[in-house]
């Protein structure tokens, strides 16, 4: 007797789980909720801007809310009657002189303590820290004698040199700090390779400090750029000033020229947001590579 076999039921195979995918605290928030709170602060932002533009570009004695007709006329009165294409220059000359001092003297200091040890490293940690605290008010009467003893009042060697000054503490920590994410080794093969330690610093360690020097050098340019204490009590001469003192000469006990003052105020801010703007990417960089301990 022959019995039929019966086909053997065909195996399902189950396709594996798959893993859900863990939701974000991002996705779990609703959007309005990130985006209202951010849309307020950049109203409250960008509503003095507004502002000042239009004050500097509407008529005098106008109260429109929107700067038509346009006028030129108060940033023409600011850069000539005012003598704000003087002003411009000097800041721009006490800047850069700023930018580069401070650079190099940090620099040169902040790889003594990023490389070397020695037995007073941390009391001048501490020393630098602790100047973090001290106010720039407090070193006007010690600057003040001394560049008095050396004929450097009304100069504008005097306010580059306050400013560095001022600025050198901060940097010199910022920029050690950058140094000490630079692998010692990469110095160490470039001394095999007969290089001594100024030729290695040059051409290793200096090209990855590319980052961390931008974001140094910009904010001594910007400190100097903004700073009205030191350009006030160490320049007396009008042809000497810079633009933040020029600010100040527009308002007077008994009235204050709106329109020339908002001019003057878009011409001082004019040069940091584009310097800003280009430096942007490598301002990041920087500060994230100098957040990282090395």
């Known amino acids: 007797m022959i019995t039929e076999i019966a086909p053997a039921p065909e195996r399902v195979v189950s396709e594996p789980a798959r893993p859900r995918k863990k939701r974000r605290a991002w996705d779990e928030v609703p959007r309005w909720q990130i985006y209202l709170p951010l849309g307020i602060y950049l109203l409250f932002t960008l509503i003095p801007f507004y ?37 411009f220059a000097n800041s721009v000359y006490v800047g850069l002189a700023t930018l580069v001092l401070t650079t190099l003297v940090a620099l040169a200091g902040g790889y003594a303590l990023a490389r070397f040890d020695f037995r007073a490293k941390r009391g001048f940690m501490l020393a630098l820290l602790c100047s973090q605290f001290v106010p720039g008010a407090l070193l006007l009467v010690p600057l003040f004698q001394i560049f008095a003893k050396l004929s450097m009042i009304n100069s504008l060697g005097s306010v580059i040199i306050a400013e560095t000054v001022f600025q050198l503490p901060l940097s010199m920590i910022l920029i050690s700090g950058f140094i000490r994410n630079v692998p010692y080794s990469l110095e160490e093969a470039a001394w095999v390779d007969g290089c001594n330690r100024l030729t290695a610093f040059r051409i290793v360690v200096l090209p990855l400090l590319r980052p961390g020097l931008i974001a140094v050098g910009s904010f001594a340019f910007v400190h100097a750029w903004n700073h009205f204490l030191f350009a006030l009590m160490f320049l007396s001469d009008q042809s000497k000033q810079t633009i933040p003192v020029g600010l100040n000469t527009l308002m007077s006990a008994d009235s204050v020229d709106l329109g020339a003052l908002a001019a003057g105020g878009i011409v001082a801010a004019v040069p940091v947001v584009i310097v800003f703007a280009f430096i942007q990417k490598w301002l990041i960089t920087g500060f994230s590579a100098g957040a990282v301990k090395g």
């Open 51 to 87: 502002w000042i533009l239009l004050f500097a570009l509407r008529p005098a004695g106008s109260t429109s809310l929107v700067p038509w007709p346009m006028t030129f006329d108060h940033f023409q009165k600011v850069w000539t009657e005012r003598s704000f294409g003087t002003y």
